[in-house]
């Protein structure tokens, strides 16, 4: 029975990409699995697959490195999938002594803007060349390459070319959606926003068009409906703020669900938002939340970003927009509201989408045979 580990620093062990539909999709076609993450503590098996994780994320780096050498010696996998580049780097000499696979799974930018904000000039110049050599090394040590979406193959896809590559997008699993398409009311409409509440995924763009919505049709009850949390001390402070500098009657705050609930927790939403800020790295990526809200039948307002066009064009379901600009996206939650069959077909659109091209199924066996492959190579 092949053996396949994956290592990862900073997603929890039970992360809906790598637990709910990597290695699941593995265990179901007879291999043996394992999950070691940096970022909490368990030991056992769940649904088949074994879970070695420990609570290290604030250790030093030799100790990371050496909390996934002992797993991997341990574990004796054929091949590794790898999170990040301290991963691939801490298994390069299993690699190298057993000739197993590695393969590199880019699903965030390396470095994030977030690894950089804590830098001032210049000091935030040389972090961010140094953590791209990381990167680039860790590219170079990897033997085959997986990218969560085509804009994040820069610079590694190019750079690494002669190395087996492939794009695995962010398709859920049908089974874990929980379908939910609503007969509009013309009284009334429920406004969803979902995940971490900051000005970088564009809170105070939601806000003001829905401000802007309530002035030109007063008489309309407006439900807004967050599900998510600040991370930051200073998103807290800011989202506080917000919240006394607009005046709207029904508002619910509800904490982030588990992963199997999610699309249940939106299911009362009229229409799912992200209006996050249109820089350099949001701009160049592809929403998770998108491929949900369609699965659950919702029609979508989202932030005209390079990601989702060049993966998708047009968006058959919904409205790519400027976030900023608050009146055009009033008017296109009012030209819902007052033609119905639109939305109805914008709902339908959402829903048949992901059933033909936007579901793990259509991608799974894909990924299978690429991990089988990094094995046989």
Excluded at 161 to 173: A, E, V
Excluded at 187 to 212: M, P
Excluded at 333 to 351: D, G, Q, T, V, W
Aim: proline share 5%; aromatic share 14%.
């Amino acid at each position: 029975m092949p053996k396949v580990l994956f290592l990862t620093t900073s997603h929890s062990y039970n992360d809906d990409r790598i637990f709910y539909h990597q290695a699941k999709a593995l265990r179901d076609n007879g291999y043996e699995v394992k999950i070691c993450s940096l970022y909490a503590e368990y030991k056992g098996v769940i649904d088949g697959i074994e879970i070695e994780s420990y609570a290290v994320l604030e250790e030093s780096i030799e100790k990371k490195m050496e909390t996934f050498r002992k797993v991997c010696d341990h574990f004796q996998p054929d091949t590794i999938i790898c999170s990040e580049p301290l991963a691939v780097v801490a298994s390069k000499k299993f690699v190298k002594e057993h000739n197993a696979g590695c393969i590199y799974d880019i699903t965030e930018w390396y470095p994030s803007m977030s690894m950089l904000d804590g830098y001032k000039f210049p000091a935030k110049i040389f972090k961010a060349v140094k953590f791209s050599l990381i990167q680039w090394y860790a590219g170079f040590l990897s033997t085959h390459l997986i990218f969560g979406e085509a804009t994040k193959k820069f610079p590694l896809a190019y750079f690494f070319c002669f190395k087996k590559q492939m794009i695995l997008p962010y398709y859920p699993d049908p089974v874990y959606i929980h379908k939910n398409i609503k007969k509009p009311d013309p009284d009334t409409i429920t406004l969803c926003y979902t995940g971490q509440i900051s000005k970088d995924k564009g809170i105070e763009n939601f806000f003001n068009a829905i401000d802007k919505l309530q002035q030109k049709l007063p008489e309309l009850h407006i439900r807004i409906l967050i599900i998510g949390s600040t991370v930051q001390e200073s998103d807290e402070q800011y989202f506080s703020t917000l919240l006394k500098n607009y005046s709207f009657n029904t508002i619910e705050l509800r904490k982030p669900t588990t992963f199997e609930r999610f699309t249940e927790a939106f299911a009362e939403a009229d229409i799912c938002f992200d209006l996050r800020e249109i820089n350099f790295e949001n701009n160049h990526s592809l929403p998770i939340k998108l491929f949900y809200f369609m699965g659950a039948g919702k029609p979508v307002i989202y932030s005209n970003l390079k990601g989702i066009r060049k993966h998708m064009g047009t968006l058959s379901f919904g409205s790519l927009v400027d976030p900023q600009n608050a009146e055009a996206i009033s008017e296109i939650i009012l030209n819902y509201i007052r033609n119905p069959k639109l939305y109805h077909l914008h709902a339908l659109n959402a829903r048949k989408e992901f059933e033909g091209k936007y579901n793990w199924g259509t991608i799974k066996e894909s990924f299978i045979d690429f991990v089988k492959r990094s094995i046989d190579k």
